[in-house]
């Protein structure tokens, strides 16, 4: 028997005899012949099943094949321009390992709800196939850009004593003795590696607990996080750029199949170069007021006023230099403005909100420990993070980026809720 061959690499098979293993898209039967769509997760190819040529047993036991059943079929691949992918397949033998049920996601219109408590199933359809495609291509691309550019990948904890990014997202969980909170960020714990390795990024999965019930918002997401040693704001602003642009360009080049199931417009895509408009907090507060909003000096963007502030540019926008008040407790201040932080929000276009955070950490230990004092937070659980700013402190940076926000955006998708396999959201934990 053949050996089983991918269907990506069907090409290379032309002519050839082909064990193929997958499941059933689709099956027609007219009397004497039997079409079949097969996928095996890499790609689709038409199969024909002749009653003339097969053995008659498995030919009748194929003519019951129902959506999603399992199976293993061998036969010659034929070039054909008539079909789908320009190859077929002329079945010589079919092994059926399991007839499947009627599946419950058929091509209509289903619930969201419906949809979600099927996630398991709904990931074989060919747009959540092709939303996790371009996911994978951005999660290999992050790792490329950081890769290439000397940064040491660093591995940070999930389980951790203290907070990053406030106490009111925290999970807690017991941790024997102790308490402990799943990690919001790992960026504390960047800042210790950037102090070993210079460029370091730490990419995994963290958590919030937000009580936010919108499109943006998931409990547990991914989040990829540079952090650069002697690096200033303006370095992580042009880090940040340099970063999306990469990975926009190799979802361009690498998934224009992938961005067509999805339609896609890819010129909105293809706008994206450098250099990003840069716009303080000030002067978008500014801005927002003359377009009626109601935002006032000191208040945080809400989804709204990003959307009218990114709706100006056909490219990410860099919000720079926000209220140190409404900010986390490690940024630097701004040395001419002192109320100020020396942080950055990258706002994707088209209404598609903040996708990176970051900026300027405090690196003097006085400065740090009286931040600490006024955000009650405890000194004792930070006492390692002080010591970063005992033993050869430097002005460092960086930043986060949300990959769930990211692929939603790239994907031109409506709700965050598509671009991760199984999304823990605040009303669902299942499956
Ligand atoms: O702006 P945030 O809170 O920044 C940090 O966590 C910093 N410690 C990062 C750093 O400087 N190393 O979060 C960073 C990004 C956001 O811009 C957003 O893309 C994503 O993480 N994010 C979420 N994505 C999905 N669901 C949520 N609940 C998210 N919260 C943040
Ligand atoms: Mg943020």
């Known amino acids: 028997m053949p050996s089983p061959i991918s269907l990506s690499k069907i090409e290379q098979f032309n002519e050839k005899e082909v064990q193929i293993r997958g ?21 689709e190819l038409q199969a024909i099943l002749s009653k003339a040529t097969m053995d008659e047993e498995q030919f009748k036991a194929a003519s019951h094949l129902t959506q999603e059943s399992s199976i293993e079929v061998t036969g010659r691949i034929r070039a054909d321009d008539r079909a789908p992918g320009g190859y077929e397949l002329d079945v010589s033998h079919i092994h059926i390992l399991q007839l499947a ?12 709800g419906f949809l979600m408590d099927h996630r398991h199933l ?27 550019r000397e940064f040491v990948l660093v591995d940070t904890p999930i389980f951790t004593p203290n907070a990053c ?30 102090a070993a390795f210079g460029k370091v990024y730490c990419f995994g999965p963290t958590f919030r607990a937000e009580k936010s019930k919108t499109r943006r918002h998931l409990m547990e997401f991914w989040m990829v996080e540079p952090e650069v040693a002697f690096a200033e704001l303006a370095d992580v602003m042009e880090l940040a750029e340099a970063f999306l642009v990469m990975i926009v360009q190799r979802v361009l080049a690498k998934r224009q199949e992938e961005l067509k199931v999805l339609e896609r417009d890819v010129s909105k895509l293809e706008a ?11 002067e978008a507060v500014a801005r927002l007021q003359k377009g009626g909003s109601a935002i006032q000096s000191g208040d945080d963007f809400g989804a709204e006023d990003e959307t009218l502030l990114s709706n100006e540019y056909h490219k990410p926008l860099i919000v720079h230099r926000y209220p140190a008040a409404i900010k986390a407790f490690y940024m630097q201040s701004d040395p001419q403005q002192p109320d100020l932080a020396m942080c950055m929000d ?10 990176i955070g970051g900026g300027q950490r405090i690196h003097d230990y006085q400065t740090l420990l009286s931040r600490l004092q006024e955000h009650d937070l405890s000194e004792d659980a930070f006492r390692w993070y002080l010591d970063l700013r005992r033993y050869g402190s430097v002005p460092h940076a960086g930043f986060g980026m949300g990959i769930e926000r990211a692929v939603a955006w ?4 409506d709700h965050v809720r598509e671009t991760i396999p199984f999304p823990r959201m605040l009303s669902r934990l299942y499956p």
């Open 165 to 194: 990014e406030g106490t009111t997202t925290l999970f807690q969980t017991q941790y024997f003795e102790e308490t402990a909170y799943l990690a919001q960020s790992g960026q504390l714990y960047g800042e210790a590696a950037a």
């Open 410 to 413: 790239i994907c031109g998708l």
């Open 122 to 148: 709904w990931l074989r359809s060919s747009r959540q196939h092709a939303i996790l495609k371009i996911r994978h291509e951005i999660v290999k691309a992050c790792r490329d850009f950081f890769d290439d």
């Open 23 to 43: 499941w059933v898209r689709r099956h027609r039967s007219k009397g004497k012949v039997q079409f079949l769509t097969i996928r095996d997760g890499t790609g």
């Open 272 to 282: 994206i170069t450098p250099p990003f408009p840069r716009v303080t907090y000030r």
């Open 101 to 112: 049920e009627p599946f419950p996601i058929q091509p209509k219109e289903h619930s969201v």
């Open 346 to 355: 990258v706002l994707a276009p088209e209404g598609y909100g903040e996708i």
